[in-house]
T-cell receptor, first 113, second 114 residues
Framework: DGGITQSPKYLFRKEGQNVTLSCEQNLNHDAMYWYRQDPGQGLRLIYYSQIVNDFQKGDIAEGYSVSREKKESFPLTVTSAQKNPTAFYLC????????????FGQGTRLTVV | AQTVTQSQPEMSVQEAETVTLSCTYDTSESDYYLFWYKQPPSRQMILVIRQEAYKQQNATENRFSVNFQKAAKSFSLKISDSQLGDAAMYFCAYNGGSQGNLIFGKGTKLSVKP
């Protein structure tokens, strides 16, 4: 089945550690996105990528990094510089960036302990 | 910059009744798309309905329909014959112009009473 797979579903991080969230899609979509969801805040864009080896900062990129070495994969690293990383993270993809809907993974809940 | 506003943080509806969720947006673009997404307790984002701005006809998907008022920049979602499974967070989203990415409102939590 085609879709977007995020792993792990739950992730715990100690303060000062970097962690990487996985996102894989087999929809042959060009564009991929990372959103952060906090209660009452809706979804806020962290990073997005239109094509392989290219990505752009979203509204809240500080403390995060990404790579896009393969069309299918768009991992997100939450670095120790992110001061408040506890949140729900959603990965999405779309055929193209403009005028089209996005399809979402099931999300990763990150908790700092 | 484009913005999306959902003015109802929470709504409640009786099972089998009709409810309307509000959404307004701000843009200077003429060509764009609007969406309603549903996020149930599982937190999986599901596309409910989409509307192309150049189409005057309001989109409909089974029990879900929209009232798209382009001049007023309004995009409300009507759910008819509400079911218990409709209980979820509903997000309005915009995609268009040079921005390209989906811009979301803060969501409306819908409760359905049996």
């Amino acid at each position: 089945d085609g879709g977007i797979t995020q792993s792990p579903k739950y992730l715990f991080r100690k303060e000062g550690q970097n962690v990487t969230l996985s996102c894989e899609q087999n929809l042959n979509h060009d564009a991929m996105y990372w959103y952060r969801q906090d209660p009452g805040q809706g979804l806020r864009l962290i990073y997005y990528s239109q094509i392989v080896n290219d990505f752009q900062k979203g509204d809240i990129a500080e403390g995060y990094s990404v790579s896009r070495e393969k069309k299918e994969s768009f991992p997100l690293t939450v670095t120790s510089a992110q001061k408040n990383p506890t949140a729900f993270y959603l990965c999405a993809s779309s055929i193209q960036q403009w005028n089209t809907e996005a399809f979402f993974g099931q999300g990763t809940r990150l908790t700092v302990v | 910059a484009q913005t999306v506003t959902q003015s109802q943080p929470e709504m409640s509806v009786q099972e089998a009744e009709t409810v309307t969720l509000s959404c307004t947006y701000d843009t200077s673009e003429s060509d764009y798309y609007l969406f309603w997404y549903k996020q149930p307790p599982s937190r999986q984002m599901i596309l409910v309905i989409r509307q192309e701005a150049y189409k005057q006809q309001n989109a409909t998907e089974n029990r879900f329909s929209v009232n798209f008022q382009k001049a007023a920049k309004s995009f409300s979602l009507k759910i008819s014959d509400s079911q218990l499974g409709d209980a979820a967070m509903y997000f309005c989203a915009y995609n268009g112009g040079s921005q390209g990415n989906l811009i979301f409102g803060k969501g409306t939590k819908l409760s359905v009473k049996p």
